[in-house]
């Protein structure tokens, strides 16, 4: 039933975004699930054009389950299942959604040597958060970000990319299609 619910509004959508369902893994997300399914009917569109356009890379066209836990956010393997944490809510529910959607993108893309998958990530995703939401608030998700207390340098990740100007990334980017 949740697929087919799913199906049906990626059809309304005329295949502009995957079918997704948010599952809530205890029932004190469920509130939260509800947060992202009203959220994504109103933006999941908006997003996904602008994941797809700023990256160069379409969505695979079969559906994505969400799931709402305790936890870091990740993405399985080539976008196998996204989680997410099921206490988030608002600007961080929405950059942290952008984030882990991008890396369904990025599993796409060919590695080459020092482009491990969050230098890919950021090579479009400061662009999607500034055209969806603004500057200030793709700013304070990288200020979120640069703190992110992991193994993985996000700081210098971020350093790297805004390091080059917007037509920089894409350059790379375009680099990276020819690649495939």
Do not use: K
Request: charge should be positive; hydrophobic fraction near 40%; glycine fraction near 10%.
């Amino acid at each position: 039933m949740r697929w087919s619910a799913g199906l049906g509004f990626w059809l309304l959508l005329g295949a502009a975004a995957p079918p997704v369902t948010f599952t809530p893994l205890e029932p004190r997300f469920a509130e939260t699930a509800d947060y992202y399914r009203a959220l994504w009917s109103r933006e999941g569109g908006r997003i996904v054009a602008a994941l797809e356009r700023h990256s160069g890379f379409a969505f695979p066209a079969r559906p994505l389950e969400i799931i709402l836990r305790d936890g870091r956010p990740m993405t399985g393997y080539g976008c196998s299942a996204i989680r997410l944490r099921g206490t988030y809510t608002g600007s961080a529910a929405i950059g942290t959604l952008i984030h882990e959607l991008g890396h369904c993108l990025t599993a796409q893309m060919p590695r080459t040597a020092g482009l491990d998958d969050h230098r890919l990530l950021y090579l479009f995703l400061y662009d999607v958060w500034t055209d969806l939401y603004g500057q200030e608030f793709a700013n304070r998700m990288v200020r979120l970000e640069r703190r992110i207390p992991t193994g993985y340098d996000y700081d210098g990740a971020w350093t790297w990319a805004l390091a080059m100007t917007r037509e920089e990334r894409q350059a790379r980017l375009r680099g990276l299609r020819g690649l495939r």
